[in-house]
């Protein structure tokens, strides 16, 4: 007898189909239970024939406890099947893990039989003992009586068993046979007949006639006499054969066969329901062997018995790694397709073998081209066979989460979404760890119990949502879940108390760049570690496992609501048709997936089709407003343009897409527009716009371009890691001339401009300018800073002149003032802290804001980094309102202070602001006849916009006053007791609008000619005209000061 | 081979086995056993620590201690046995002749 053959084709294939079978059993289970008592037959007939394979061929192979278990198994699911017992959750929990014991045993069969399976088939029994019907209940502990051919009842055997084995087409012998006279005397093993038995059928129940053996004294061991109730399939010839012993010792108790008769009776005797026969299990492996119909191998007894059978507990128990499968499942379809591929590229061979032969060289292209076709089909057929279904790993997540929750005693739903999204193999086995770990993250840390949902107002059951889907040649995938959220502030106090990072580079950064810092090595901030997750070396694991697949992760969360995880994976190989663009004479590759339509746009028509809104431009598409960017910008190429007459490249002066490219005088415009040049398509001398609308998700967006190229089909190629966390690219790619071109992400795009769906929707209706307007208010550019790692501010860019970063050791102290040297001059620098009360600025990491004021420039210290942002501010003048501080705002979550810089220096410098002769530029000589100041009526109905002018007059050295809206104005206006000498207005107010107001102005005699300004976000044609036409003198865009100081001074 | 020993306790003897349980052994065995008897040992615990091989032989002389210890009333109690041959004898169903007990 030889151990378990490993090789054995037949052992392999059997081991292949069972993993096969076990793969699915998991989902059909969980499927199973939540069907609960409404029974899917089709479905429990699947795993149960599942089982009963599995058990079935464990039997010829001699795993005799994976036989075993699949038995016990099979039982229940037949009771399940039969609608005996309902798959209630400890049911089907049962069922799980006796599965995942199957599973543990059929990946290591070498040393399944060593495997301590008790307490399943404890389980699985006591499962079916409890859930039989009533009648078969009795069965259970009824007795059949197994008698000799003298009628002497010899033994008894449980009767559901019985049945049970009776069922399955068994025949079952009685055998009388003497362990010394039959067994040894023949020099065979006690322990390989034991074992020869097992292989081949079930040791029922034996009875030893101890009597019979005599004792110490007298004639021992001459007889032992053995009756063995044995079931098998083995027929009855081969059986005597296997005992070696007579015929006549042999009794058929149960016949299967529709002849055969059955020599029992059934009594019903309340008894002791017997203990499940286990039948002993072999020690050693033993050779397979196929039962059917081939007389039993096992009937030889080979001459040399190991003496000591391989030792079973003093090797520690051995569990290899499961086999990772060397085998791969391609759909049949794509194999034809393979297959007839190669039949084409033999033909395209021949074909162009014989045009070589002929020398005919047009015959060779088309062969050519005929190979390089089916080349690219084939390749991409072969990459299709290694994609696989991204669901063949994310099926097991819901039995994780199912089994972790309740261990934790949580509640909670998993949605899957996009099992069918294919990847390639070896990333999806790279994937599977870091996604279940995530997942596990999910369950444990995230999603919280369910008391304290409940307190939160949550659904007591969290939800975790999983889903996969492709973008821009990546795929995506996110596991969100509505826990509650990451505080992204204690995971950074975490990192700083461990030394991963410094409290500065925390200062500076995000809330989401602290909430990333969970994924460095060594961070675990759960209070205990649970087994459930593992120690903090998980998350930098995860990235580092994705890393090495070219991936990239992202993590978003809001506390209280939940976060989001978010994997990006290059689809390394994957081919995606795209549109090349160029920049500069660079060439992008933006995904055809994306592209929704190619715009060009002639210079006549530039002007209907573009227009502004605020600062950035809008194109009208068909009705539809879509933000325009220019690629250049974005990507920060410089933007150039060849001259089609001369051929010279220049810088392309166009700050806007409204701006005409070679000179920025809109009157050239018609010299251009005339010129036509060859066949050189651009002969609108290169003024035509060429846009590329793309979207991705919702939002959709214009990119302008210099010039269309073709669409191809490009192979996708992950980043280098250097420019990996780039969000502008995707991937690049090689040109068919080997050059490089980069994939444009174009999701990532949008997130960089911070373009939201909300924006890019807006539909256009040309009367209804106000909507646009509103957008146009109040959108202020600011610049950000900070005075003290806690304290952030802001002052409008408008004002700043430069930004100089400096050391502290520039700034000297003179007569008590702060001065830095600066462009050859002595620049007086100031701080918040001189106005208000705040926190001192440290002393490195410094920078000076130089701006005009007073006639001079001054220089505001603050604190790196500076930044700028733009945005619609919802500014809070109230709180926070200190000399220097004239309100507050709300930037990414922090409250910024908006500093009036003209206030500290009022502070600092008291004498200054009395020199009304002095201006930032220029001064006013003009003084009234009457000596006094001129004044000036503001009216706007934005506080901070209507400070800010204000001041800016008041620094001219010219009285002001300054009313909300058009009535206040007004009434401003009748009712004060000075001349006004000017008019600056808004234009968007409410109660009386800036035209009413100017309409009402002017219908006064009193007030007929008094000059007015217009202030206002826009300035488009329609406004002008319709300004002059109600007679406003002039109209200047919110809010540069310059030009509005100018204008004042030309009509003051 | 190293001999099994006997230790004799009044009426308890303890036999820590040695050798396998197979027919070379036997007849020694045998002696041990008889000889406890007649000195009136009631009870006898064999321990199995680490034997491997068992023999029909062997079973008999298990099982005939028994039946002459139950002649006085006495017991066998067989020790850590190897979990092969504790199947072997629960198929057998030695378990309830005498007490068995695995490792």
């Given at each position: 007898?030889?151990?378990?053959?490993?090789?054995?084709?037949?052992?392999l294939t059997y081991l292949e189909e069972s993993r096969e079978h076990l793969a699915n059993i998991e989902t059909n289970l969980l499927n199973i239970e939540e069907s609960?008592?409404?029974?899917d037959?089709e479905l429990v007939?699947t795993v149960f024939r599942a089982a009963?394979s599995i058990?079935?061929?464990?039997?010829?192979?001699?795993?005799?406890?994976i036989?075993?278990l699949g038995?016990?198994v099979?039982?229940?699911l037949?009771?399940?099947?039969?609608?005996?017992?309902?798959p209630?959750p400890?049911?089907v929990n049962i069922l799980l893990i006796s599965f995942d014991k199957l599973k543990e045993m059929v990946n290591n069969p070498?040393?399944s039989?060593?495997?301590?399976?008790?307490?399943?088939?404890?389980?699985?029994?006591?499962?079916?003992?409890?859930?039989?019907?009533?009648?078969?209940?009795?069965?259970?502990?009824?007795?059949?009586?197994?008698?000799?051919?003298?009628?002497?009842?010899?033994?008894?055997?449980?009767?559901?068993?019985?049945?049970?084995?009776?069922?399955?087409?068994?025949?079952?012998?009685?055998?009388?046979?003497?362990?010394?006279?039959?067994?040894?005397?023949?020099?065979?093993?006690?322990?390989?007949?034991?074992?020869?038995?097992?292989?081949?059928?079930?040791?029922?129940?034996?009875?030893?006639?101890?009597?019979?053996?005599?004792?110490?004294?007298?004639?021992?061991?001459?007889?032992?006499?053995?009756?063995?109730?044995?079931?098998?399939?083995?027929?009855?010839?081969?059986?005597?054969?296997?005992?070696?012993?007579?015929?006549?010792?042999?009794?058929?108790?149960?016949?299967?066969?529709?002849?055969?008769?059955?020599?029992?009776?059934?009594?019903?005797?309340?008894?002791?329901?017997?203990?499940?026969?286990?039948?002993?299990?072999?020690?050693?492996?033993?050779?397979?062997?196929?039962?059917?119909?081939?007389?039993?191998?096992?009937?030889?007894?080979?001459?040399?018995?190991?003496?000591?059978?391989?030792?079973?507990?003093?090797?520690?128990?051995?569990t290899a790694p499961p086999e990772a499968s060397s085998t791969l499942r391609v759909k049949v379809k794509l194999l034809?397709q393979l297959?007839?591929?190669?039949?084409?590229?033999?033909?395209?061979?021949?074909?162009?073998?014989?045009?070589?032969?002929?020398?005919?060289?047009?015959?060779?292209?088309?062969?050519?081209?005929?190979?390089?076709?089916?080349?690219?089909?084939?390749q991409e057929a072969i990459m299709q066979t290694r994609m696989q279904d991204i669901g063949s790993i994310l099926s097991k997540f819901p039995r994780v989460v199912r089994d972790l929750s309740r261990q934790l005693?949580k509640q909670m739903n998993l949605n899957i979404v996009g099992k069918e999204v294919e990847l390639d193999k070896t990333l999806l086995e790279g994937l599977s760890d870091p996604l279940t770990h995530m997942i596990r993250n999910s369950v444990d840390h995230g999603v919280?119990?369910?008391?304290?949902?409940?307190?939160?107002?949550?659904?007591?059951v969290g939800t975790i949502d999983l889903r996969a889907y492709h973008e821009a040649g990546q795929v995506v995938i996110e596991i969100e879940d509505d826990g509650?959220g990451i505080?992204?502030?204690?995971?950074?106090?975490?990192?700083?108390?461990?030394?991963?990072?410094?409290?500065?580079?925390?200062?500076?950064?995000?809330?989401?760049?602290?909430v990333e810092?969970i994924l460095l090595p060594?961070l675990s901030?759960a209070?205990?570690v649970t087994d459930v997750s593992g120690r903090g070396v998980g998350m930098d694991v995860v990235r580092s496992n994705l890393d090495k697949l070219g991936g990239t992760m992202e993590i978003d969360s809001?506390?209280?609501?939940g976060s989001v995880f978010r994997i990006k994976l290059p689809l390394t190989l994957a081919i995606i048709?795209?549109?090349?663009?160029?920049?500069?004479?660079?060439?992008?590759?933006?995904p055809?997936l994306?592209?929704?339509?190619?715009?060009?746009?002639?210079?006549?028509?530039?002007?209907?089709?573009?227009?502004?809104?605020?600062?950035?431009?809008?194109?009208?598409?068909?009705?539809?407003?879509?933000?325009?960017?220019?690629?250049?910008?974005?990507?920060?190429?410089?933007?150039?343009?060849?001259?089609?007459?001369?051929?010279?490249?220049?810088?392309?002066?166009?700050?806007?897409?409204?701006?005409?490219?070679?000179?920025?005088?809109?009157?050239?415009?018609?010299?251009?527009?005339?010129?036509?040049?060859?066949?050189?398509?651009?002969?609108?001398?290169?003024?035509?716009?060429?846009?590329?609308?793309?979207?991705s998700g919702?939002?959709?967006?214009?990119?302008?371009?210099?010039?269309?190229?073709?669409?191809?089909?490009?192979v996708v190629k992950p980043l280098?890691r250097?420019?990996k966390s780039?969000?502008?690219?995707a991937g690049?790619?090689?040109?068919?001339?080997?050059?490089?071109?980069?994939i444009?992400d174009?999701a990532g795009?949008?997130?960089?401009?911070?373009?939201?769906?909300?924006?890019?929707?807006?539909?256009?209706?040309?009367?209804?300018?106000?909507?646009?307007?509103?957008?146009?208010?109040?959108?202020?550019?600011?610049?950000?800073?900070?005075?003290?790692?806690?304290?952030?501010?802001?002052?409008?860019?408008?004002?700043?002149?430069?930004?100089?970063?400096?050391?502290?050791?520039?700034?000297?102290?003179?007569?008590?003032?702060?001065?830095?040297?600066?462009?050859?001059?002595?620049?007086?620098?100031?701080?918040?802290?001189?106005?208000?009360?705040?926190?001192?600025?440290?002393?490195?990491?410094?920078?000076?804001?130089?701006?005009?004021?007073?006639?001079?420039?001054?220089?505001?210290?603050?604190?790196?980094?500076?930044?700028?942002?733009?945005?619609?501010?919802?500014?809070?003048?109230?709180?926070?309102?200190?000399?220097?501080?004239?309100?507050?705002?709300?930037?990414?979550?922090?409250?910024?202070?908006?500093?009036?810089?003209?206030?500290?220096?009022?502070?600092?410098?008291?004498?200054?602001?009395?020199?009304?002769?002095?201006?930032?530029?220029?001064?006013?000589?003009?003084?009234?006849?009457?000596?006094?100041?001129?004044?000036?009526?503001?009216?706007?109905?934005?506080?901070?916009?209507?400070?800010?002018?204000?001041?800016?007059?008041?620094?001219?050295?010219?009285?002001?006053?300054?009313?909300?809206?058009?009535?206040?104005?007004?009434?401003?206006?009748?009712?004060?007791?000075?001349?006004?000498?000017?008019?600056?207005?808004?234009?968007?107010?409410?109660?009386?609008?800036?035209?009413?107001?100017?309409?009402?102005?002017?219908?006064?005699?009193?007030?007929?000619?008094?000059?007015?300004?217009?202030?206002?976000?826009?300035?488009?044609?329609?406004?002008?005209?319709?300004?002059?036409?109600?007679?406003?003198?002039?109209?200047?865009?919110?809010?540069?000061?310059?030009?509005?100081?100018?204008?004042?001074?030309?009509?003051? | 081979?190293?001999?099994?020993?006997?230790?004799?306790?009044?009426?308890?003897?303890?036999?820590?086995?040695?050798?396998?349980?197979?027919?070379?052994?036997?007849?020694?065995?045998?002696?041990?056993?008889?000889?406890?008897?007649?000195?009136?040992?009631?009870?006898?615990?064999?321990?199995?620590?680490?034997?491997?091989?068992?023999?029909?032989?062997?079973?008999?002389?298990?099982?005939?201690?028994?039946?002459?210890?139950?002649?006085?009333?006495?017991?066998?109690?067989?020790?850590?046995?190897?979990?092969?041959?504790?199947?072997?004898?629960?198929?057998?169903?030695?378990?309830?002749?005498?007490?068995?007990?695995?490792?």
């Amino acid at each position: 007898m030889s151990a378990m053959d490993m090789n054995d084709e037949t052992l392999l294939t059997y081991l292949e189909e069972s993993r096969e079978h076990l793969a699915n059993i998991e989902t059909n289970l969980l499927n199973i239970e939540e069907s609960g008592a409404d029974i899917d037959e089709e479905l429990v007939n699947t795993v149960f024939r599942a089982a009963h394979s599995i058990k079935g061929g464990a039997g010829f192979f001699d795993l005799s406890k994976i036989r075993d278990l699949g038995h016990k198994v099979e039982n229940v699911l037949d009771m399940v099947r039969s609608r005996e017992m309902v798959p209630t959750p400890e049911i089907v929990n049962i069922l799980l893990i006796s599965f995942d014991k199957l599973k543990e045993m059929v990946n290591n069969p070498a040393f399944s039989n060593d495997e301590d399976i008790e307490e399943f088939v404890r389980a699985l029994a006591g499962l079916t003992a409890e859930t039989l019907p009533p009648e078969k209940k009795e069965s259970v502990s009824g007795i059949v009586d197994i008698k000799l051919p003298d009628g002497r009842v010899i033994m008894q055997m449980n009767e559901f068993e019985y049945n049970q084995t009776v069922a399955n087409n068994n025949y079952i012998y009685l055998v009388q046979y003497d362990l010394i006279k039959d067994i040894h005397d023949s020099d065979s093993s006690m322990l390989d007949f034991h074992r020869n038995l097992v292989g081949i059928g079930t040791i029922e129940n034996t009875v030893t006639d101890f009597a019979a053996v005599g004792t110490l004294d007298g004639e021992i061991l001459k007889s032992i006499p053995v009756y063995m109730l044995f079931s098998t399939i083995v027929n009855p010839g081969k059986i005597i054969s296997l005992f070696e012993v007579d015929d006549s010792r042999i009794t058929i108790i149960h016949d299967p066969s529709p002849s055969g008769e059955d020599l029992t009776d059934s009594v019903e005797v309340p008894a002791v329901s017997l203990p499940v026969q286990e039948p002993p299990s072999p020690a050693t492996p033993v050779v397979a062997a196929p039962i059917v119909e081939s007389p039993p191998v096992v009937a030889e007894v080979p001459a040399a018995v190991p003496q000591k059978p391989a030792p079973v507990k003093a090797a520690p128990k051995k569990t290899a790694p499961p086999e990772a499968s060397s085998t791969l499942r391609v759909k049949v379809k794509l194999l034809e397709q393979l297959m007839t591929l190669a039949g084409e590229l033999v033909l395209g061979r021949n074909e162009l073998e014989e045009s070589i032969n002929q020398e005919d060289l047009k015959a060779i292209a088309s062969g050519g081209q005929r190979i390089s076709q089916v080349t690219s089909e084939l390749q991409e057929a072969i990459m299709q066979t290694r994609m696989q279904d991204i669901g063949s790993i994310l099926s097991k997540f819901p039995r994780v989460v199912r089994d972790l929750s309740r261990q934790l005693n949580k509640q909670m739903n998993l949605n899957i979404v996009g099992k069918e999204v294919e990847l390639d193999k070896t990333l999806l086995e790279g994937l599977s760890d870091p996604l279940t770990h995530m997942i596990r993250n999910s369950v444990d840390h995230g999603v919280e119990l369910p008391e304290a949902r409940k307190l939160a107002g949550k659904n007591p059951v969290g939800t975790i949502d999983l889903r996969a889907y492709h973008e821009a040649g990546q795929v995506v995938i996110e596991i969100e879940d509505d826990g509650n959220g990451i505080d992204g502030n204690i995971i950074a106090a975490k990192a700083v108390s461990k030394g991963l990072v410094s409290q500065n580079e925390v200062d500076s950064m995000s809330a989401k760049a602290k909430v990333e810092l969970i994924l460095l090595p060594g961070l675990s901030t759960a209070e205990k570690v649970t087994d459930v997750s593992g120690r903090g070396v998980g998350m930098d694991v995860v990235r580092s496992n994705l890393d090495k697949l070219g991936g990239t992760m992202e993590i978003d969360s809001v506390m209280g609501k939940g976060s989001v995880f978010r994997i990006k994976l290059p689809l390394t190989l994957a081919i995606i048709p795209s549109l090349l663009v160029s920049v500069n004479k660079e060439s992008f590759a933006v995904p055809q997936l994306n592209v929704e339509e190619l715009i060009r746009i002639q210079p006549k028509d530039i002007k209907d089709s573009i227009e502004r809104l605020g600062t950035s431009e809008v194109l009208n598409l068909r009705g539809k407003l879509i933000p325009l960017v220019f690629l250049s910008d974005v990507l920060g190429i410089k933007s150039t343009y060849t001259d089609p007459e001369t051929g010279v490249e220049s810088d392309d002066k166009r700050k806007q897409a409204i701006d005409r490219r070679a000179d920025n005088n809109s009157e050239n415009d018609t010299i251009y527009d005339e010129v036509r040049i060859g066949n050189d398509r651009r002969y609108h001398a290169g003024s035509v716009l060429n846009i590329v609308i793309v979207s991705s998700g919702n939002i959709s967006y214009g990119i302008l371009v210099d010039n269309l190229h073709e669409s191809m089909e490009i192979v996708v190629k992950p980043l280098g890691r250097h420019i990996k966390s780039c969000k502008e690219y995707a991937g690049a790619t090689i040109m068919g001339d080997g050059s490089v071109a980069l994939i444009l992400d174009i999701a990532g795009i949008a997130s960089i401009l911070k373009m939201s769906a909300v924006t890019s929707t807006i539909q256009s209706q040309s009367e209804d300018e106000t909507e646009v307007s509103k957008l146009g208010q109040d959108r202020q550019s600011f610049l950000l800073f900070r005075n003290s790692p806690e304290e952030y501010c802001a002052m409008p860019l408008e004002l700043v002149g430069r930004v100089e970063h400096i050391e502290s050791s520039s700034i000297q102290i003179v007569g008590g003032k702060r001065i830095m040297q600066y462009m050859g001059k002595g620049l007086p620098i100031i701080r918040l802290e001189d106005s208000a009360e705040c926190k001192a600025i440290p002393e490195d990491n410094l920078a000076v804001i130089v701006f005009n004021g007073f006639g001079r420039e001054i220089g505001l210290l603050a604190m790196r980094p500076v930044d700028f942002i733009e945005d619609e501010m919802l500014v809070d003048h109230t709180s926070l309102r200190q000399p220097g501080i004239m309100g507050s705002v709300i930037i990414d979550g922090n409250t910024t202070m908006i500093l009036d810089v003209y206030e500290i220096v009022e502070k600092l410098y008291p004498d200054w602001t009395r020199d009304t002769t002095l201006t930032a530029s220029g001064s006013i000589n003009k003084t009234e006849s009457n000596g006094d100041k001129p004044l000036v009526l503001v009216a706007e109905d934005s506080t901070f916009f209507r400070k800010q002018v204000v001041k800016y007059i008041e620094g001219m050295g010219v009285d002001v006053i300054a009313g909300e809206d058009g009535e206040a104005a007004w009434k401003l206006l009748v009712e004060s007791k000075k001349k006004v000498d000017l008019l600056v207005t808004d234009i968007e107010m409410p109660n009386l609008d800036g035209y009413g107001l100017v309409a009402r102005v002017r219908a006064d005699s009193k007030y007929a000619d008094l000059p007015v300004i217009a202030v206002t976000s826009l300035a488009g044609d329609e406004n002008v005209a319709k300004g002059k036409a109600i007679g406003i003198n002039d109209y200047q865009v919110k809010l540069d000061k310059e030009m509005l100081l100018e204008s004042i001074r030309k009509y003051i | 081979m190293s001999e099994s020993s006997i230790v004799i306790n009044g009426n308890r003897a303890d036999l820590i086995m040695k050798q396998d349980l197979v027919a070379s052994a036997v007849n020694d065995l045998r002696t041990m056993m008889q000889d406890a008897i007649t000195g009136g040992v009631k009870n006898i615990f064999i321990d199995m620590t680490g034997i491997k091989v068992v023999d029909s032989m062997g079973i008999g002389l298990l099982i005939s201690t028994q039946n002459s210890l139950s002649k006085e009333d006495g017991q066998l109690e067989i020790l850590n046995i190897s979990a092969d041959i504790m199947d072997l004898f629960k198929s057998m169903r030695l378990d309830q002749h005498f007490s068995i007990k695995g490792e």
